[in-house]
């Protein structure tokens, strides 16, 4: 046989076993039955551009929510730690209109109501590394630390040093860090914690990610929990950025420290993730020891992620727009949200709820901007009040509804947070603290810009289909 002719034989069948690929690959997206949005983009990456989407196919398209890293007996043992040891202050309820959101919560994540946690605010990452490093000196039994990103700067290096300090007394020290996340940290910096005689794990390893969907699903919970009694959770990492800020501005986050009964939803978190990455099961009582009362409000800590049956975050914040009275304030870095979300909100502001939603100017990324400010012009319209955060880049993650209850944690408005990402949030029913949490914002307001309707509906056609290009990805950014 002509060798030209074998080679238009063997590329003949290549054509035809790619095409079946892709078809196939096609037909599996459309027969898993997911939210059209989702699928509609992805069968037109595979479709469009065949090669490429056959790769982030691999690496992002596929759809693990029925999968799981934990067995269900482990997980309701450990979720059902902080329930023991009941405060008779723990027997009270929530708001009367408050009770579905409650309920839905113990029933799709088990979160118990957690009664009279101390809560501290901290708006700068300065503050919150050295409230932090002031709190892992004086610990005596345990210290257990959570972060997407861990870096080996100037901050990490500090809390890398104090805890190797700690191991040294003897201190129980265990670093959770996301293998995803932490990508550009060398090895030696874990390494130097291991050979201490720290307890590091890589969540969701990625030994070769152009080859693993692992890469798509990514633990962003920051979680500190010291003793069981003190705990950190909110939207910083460890790393300079966060304390000194970017080359074009500062760095505006907030991050929470819990004394009391939530630091047990925080501990049960933390050993869930801990058990997925070493199948070490952590119960005993000293991680869960007896607590003080110091306020008189009620949370439910709330952790989601792509293998659970229900999107509990994505459900918990859409049943508070749906219900809201008088207002909602959101701060987030990045807007991409479902369907269910933007019509909650857009429903919300069109009943007359006054909705504010502060975004930051300029962001980390031009691609999510673009894809954000495609969501704007209906809620807008609608008459949500937008502000654009002006002195660096907004990260604060935070929701307050009617000086009743407040969000506070790790989740981004955005499609990745609700269904891609590992998260951790709080649900704080308490009205001091959502009145606390509103001069925060109220704070923040002062610094942004506010979008004036008629020059955003103004922006040019070129803009304006930029962003609605993006926008048909937003599911998948």
């Known amino acids: 046989m002509d060798g030209s002719l074998i080679e238009e034989v063997v590329y003949l069948v290549i054509l035809i076993v790619y095409c079946v690929t892709i078809v196939g690959l096609v037909l599996v997206v459309i027969a898993e039955n997911r939210n059209p949005l989702k699928t509609i983009p992805w069968v037109l990456v595979l479709l469009l551009t065949p090669g490429i989407g056959l790769l982030f196919y691999f690496l992002f398209g596929q759809d693990n929510r029925k999968q799981r890293i ?9 979720k059902n730690k902080p329930k023991s040891g009941v405060l008779q202050q723990d ?40 409230a932090l490093l002031e709190d892992i000196a004086e610990a005596k039994h345990h210290i ?10 100037e901050t990490g290096s500090s809390i890398k040093d104090a805890l ?26 874990f390494k130097e914690m291991q050979q201490a005689g720290i307890g590091v794990s890589g969540f969701l390893r990625v030994a070769f990610p152009v080859l693993s969907s692992k890469v798509n699903y990514r633990n962003h919970r920051k979680v500190v929990v010291i003793d069981g009694s003190i705990g950190y959770m909110g939207g910083m990492n460890i790393a300079d950025r966060y304390v000194k800020g970017t080359s074009w501005g ?24 801990w058990y997925a990455c070493n199948k070490t099961l952590l119960t005993s009582k000293h991680y869960y020891p007896p607590v003080n009362v110091f306020s008189n409000n009620m949370m439910q800590v709330v952790t989601s992620g792509p293998t659970g049956k229900w999107n509990t975050l994505l459900q918990g914040v859409i049943y508070a727009f749906s ?29 007359g709820i006054e909705v504010k939603l502060m975004l930051p100017k300029r962001a980390d990324s031009k691609i999510i901007t673009l894809a954000t400010h ?27 509804c009617d000086d009743a209850l407040t969000i506070i944690g790790s989740a981004n408005m955005d499609f990745r947070s609700f269904e891609h990402n ?45 962003e609605s290009f993006i926008r048909l990805f937003s599911p998948l950014l």
């Open 250 to 273: 500062s760095w505006r986050d907030t991050h929470y420290r819990f004394e009391g009964k939530g630091v047990h939803g925080l501990q049960s978190a933390f050993l869930i993730d």
């Open 91 to 130: 027997l009270c309820s929530v708001p009367e209109n408050y009770k579905p959101l409650e309920h839905l919560l113990q029933t799709t994540n088990q979160a118990a109501l957690l009664y009279g946690t101390d809560i501290q605010v901290f708006v700068n990452g300065g503050d919150k590394i050295k």
């Open 164 to 189: 190797i300090q700690k191991a040294k007394e003897g201190v129980q020290v265990r670093v959770l860090y996301d293998d995803v996340g932490c990508w550009n940290v060398k090895s030696k910096f």
């Open 323 to 351: 219900n809201a009275k008088k207002y909602i304030c959101i701060q987030t870095p990045y807007f991409l949200p479902s369907e269910g979300l933007n019509t909650a909100l857009q429903t919300a502001a069109l009943s």
């Open 70 to 78: 934990i067995s269900r007996y482990t997980y309701r043992r450990i």
């Open 144 to 153: 257990h630390l959570q972060y997407y990103i861990f870096s080996d700067d």
């Open 374 to 400: 495609s969501f704007l012009d209906d809620l807008v319209k609608a008459g949500v009040k937008i502000y654009l955060y002006k002195p660096g880049f907004l990260h604060s993650k935070l929701v307050i």
């Open 422 to 466: 590992f998260e951790v949030n709080a649900f704080v029913y308490d009205r001091d603290f959502a009145k606390k949490m509103y001069t925060v914002f109220k704070n923040d307001e002062a610094a942004c810009e506010p979008l004036q309707q008629e020059e955003w509906l103004q922006r040019s056609l070129r803009k304006r289909l930029s």
